[in-house]
């Protein structure tokens, strides 16, 4: 692109780093800032340097915080002898959206993933291991995604965790409500009838 | 969304604010902020808030431009007798993408658009007659989008402009490089059959 500013160029270059953001969706963004009061801009800027510079990391289940401990963390609501062990905050908030589940969480900050160099000992799997020992924890959940490396994870944590005395489950993996069965995926529908569950269950 | 950090929640309400970015989205890209290095981050906000405190428009065309007159102005190989109308600053790096046309530009700053409040005087057309009276301008080239925001303002430029003893045409519509004609819309097709050229016109 022939941009008539380095200023302007600069800032959709920033843009454009971002995941999903081409140059013309950059350029679109950055013309809209362009056109917000200068107090909007600052605003913006500040809210992501605030971010980064003061963000904390809850020192018992590695969640975003503004305190060293998170409120879940510290919530005395919660059920502490349950885990769930996620990928990231987006899933903590997806899961707390859903309002069923009430034990505590453990971030993992990724995945394991060769491809993309993220061995076990990027994640805060030691960490988790320390938790079951040190805690009355009576189950883990593995709640992550259905893709190779969130297999992979469950598999390394399932061998890590196994001996511990903690019984270890999975989130369920079927057909999603509203799905209509001819075009659910074959493996999807082919384990859906395996992993069957009594009627009972899905009414409770 | 039930965020488990105010930092988190500000930055993420910040980013939705962005044209077409919804709450997910936004949250995808602060996530990918929080997980850069610091400098990078402050690279990021830096390069907004110069933007938006350094950045001109030029006096002459109202581009967005670093110096008091942009570089297409000060160009000494442009035709001063050529200005091209047109929305913003993107129109005119789409059509010096083109290495199509060697004049000048002005930048209205927007379409005239009752629905979105904006009127004439909210637009650089005020500048841009005084230019076509001051200046020797032998066409002004009307090059706004196929909308009615750009047939209104085509109309209202027009009317303007066209006592002032300058030639004015606006850019051809009709059937786009590598279009087939069995699904173009019927308004676009009837056009160009009405507004068909010569055919050494199009091998020129």
Do not use: W
Not at 74 to 93: F, N, P
Not at 94 to 116: C, W
Not at 175 to 194: K, N, Q
């Amino acid at each position: 692109m022939n941009f008539s500013s380095k200023l302007l160029e600069n800032a959709v270059s920033e843009f454009s780093r971002l995941p999903g953001v081409g140059q013309k969706s950059a350029l679109r963004l950055v013309l809209h800032l362009l056109n917000q009061p200068e107090q909007d801009v600052t605003r913006f800027s500040n809210a992501l340097i605030d971010l980064k510079s003061q963000i904390k990391y809850c020192k018992e289940c590695h969640n975003i915080s503004d305190q060293d401990q998170c409120e879940i963390c510290t919530s005395l609501k919660r059920d502490r002898s349950l885990i769930c062990v996620v990928e990231d905050t987006r899933d903590v908030m997806a899961i707390e959206n859903t309002d069923q589940y009430g034990g505590l969480y453990h971030v993992l900050g990724g995945l394991i993933s060769p491809m993309d160099g993220v061995g076990p000992s990027d994640l805060s799997i030691e960490a988790l291991i320390q938790r079951v020992q040190k805690e009355e924890v009576s189950e883990i959940i593995l709640a992550l995604s259905a893709t190779m490396e969130g297999d992979t994870t469950i598999f390394y944590l399932y061998k890590k965790i196994k001996d511990l005395g903690v019984k270890i489950s999975t989130i369920a993996r079927g057909i999603a409500f509203g799905g209509e069965l001819e075009y659910v995926d074959e493996v999807t529908l082919g384990r859906s009838i395996v992993t069957r569950i009594p009627y009972e269950r899905n009414i409770a």
